[in-house]
Structure formats: C-alpha cells, structure tokens
C-alpha cells in the first residue's frame, strides 16, 4: 500500500525508489539510538528489520488512518489513528522496562520515521492525514 501510494504522488518509478529508500534506511534509523546506548555493551544484539516494518506500517497509517489493523485474539479491526498512539505507547513503556529481547525502542522510532519520512518529501500529506480523519 505504502509503494502504491509513494507511486501515486512521486510517480511510479520514484515511487517504488523511495519505497525501498524508506525501507532500508528506516532499518538504518530505527538501531541508531540502541547502538549508541549499548555501545559498550559487548553481548548487545541488534539485529532485524522490525523497526522498518513499524516505519511501512505507519506510513501506512499516514496515509490511511482509517485502515483497520487486526491484531491476534482481537476480532475486530483497530483505526489506523487508534492503534498508532497505543503502540506507541506500548513501545516506550516495554522500551524503559527493558525486560525482554525484543527491540522496542526500534519498533518506536522505526514507527516516527514511518510518519517523518513521506512528510519531509511531500508535506502537504499532514493536510491529506488531516481530512482523512474529517478534521
């Protein structure tokens, strides 16, 4: 959805580019601020895609906040606009109790970078997000 919107706006070969760049640049940024804090940290491990996927999914939610997300156990579909400030609330909270192997904080800034990258190249999407809730 992220690459078909990216296409519409940027047009289909720039679009698909900055799918990719969004991607792998959000693996990149999303590990930044643990591989600062751990830098010492000999037997730190931080290694996945899953703050890129946090950064396509909300883009996602960006570009179509009513989206439903489905979430195991739970039968019916979350807003896009619902789901993103409990996850993200979510992602700090587990990030600061810092109580198991899965990277958190990668999932919460992989997630801002999701929303920051399309409006630092197109801007005018904060207005698109903006209607699309009705506001």
């Given amino acids: 959805m992220v690459e078909q919107y990216f296409a519409a706006v940027f047009g289909t070969a720039i679009g698909g580019f900055l799918y990719v760049v ?9 590990t930044i601020g643990d591989l600062i804090k751990y830098k010492d940290d000999y037997h730190y491990n931080a290694v996945g895609a899953s703050g890129a996927v946090s950064a396509i999914l909300f883009a996602s939610i960006l570009f179509e906040p009513k989206m439903g997300i489905y979430m195991y156990f739970i039968p019916i579909p979350i807003p896009g606009y619902i789901f993103a400030p409990l996850y993200l609330l979510y992602c700090w ?43």
């Fill in 22 to 30: 969004l991607y792998v640049s959000a693996i990149i940024v999303s």
């Fill in 93 to 135: 909270y587990m990030a600061k109790r810092n109580m198991d192997n899965i990277g958190h904080s990668a999932h919460f800034w992989g997630a801002i970078y999701g929303i920051l990258f399309p409006i630092i190249l197109h801007p005018s999407l904060i207005g698109h997000f903006l209607s699309s809730l009705g506001l």
